[in-house]
């Protein structure tokens, strides 16, 4: 088994793309319940976290800027990683991903262990 990284991203700036309260609150039972159908296949290996809207990019010769890339409306939300045989197998437990039913997409990608 590989492991996945799943980037979770969204528009975070549109005002109309900006869900209800009320609709984050049900949300909150959709990620639990795909994060929990992960898990009991035994493929969840971090539920990850949330990340804060604010934060800084260090660039070349040690320029640091606001960021995350404040110019984009689109960001990232937070993180999971997941256990799955192929990429193929992280891409469709990925498919479940709520942040989609916002209009938010999900980037897969395969942790590769450091040769050390």
Do not use: H
């Not at 049900?26 to 296949?41: K, P, S």
């Not at 493929?43 to 890339?69: C, F, Q, S």
């Not at 045989?85 to 916002?102: D, R, Y």
Request: hydrophobic fraction near 40%; proline fraction near 6%; include cysteine.
């Amino acid at each position: 088994m590989n492991e996945f990284l799943l980037i979770f991203r969204r528009d975070f700036k549109s005002p109309e793309a900006q869900p209800s309260p009320a609709k984050m609150q049900n949300m909150m039972t959709d990620w639990q319940n795909w994060l929990g159908g992960i898990a009991a296949q035994d493929k969840l290996v971090d539920t990850g976290n949330r990340l804060a809207d604010e934060g800084a990019v260090i660039k070349a010769n040690n320029e640091v800027i606001n960021g995350p890339y404040a110019d984009i409306k689109e960001g990232i939300g937070g993180y999971s990683i997941i256990r799955a045989g192929s990429l193929a197998e992280a891409v469709e437990l990925a498919k479940g991903c709520p942040v989609t039913l916002i209009g938010g997409n999900v980037e897969v990608r395969q942790l590769v262990p450091p040769n050390l």
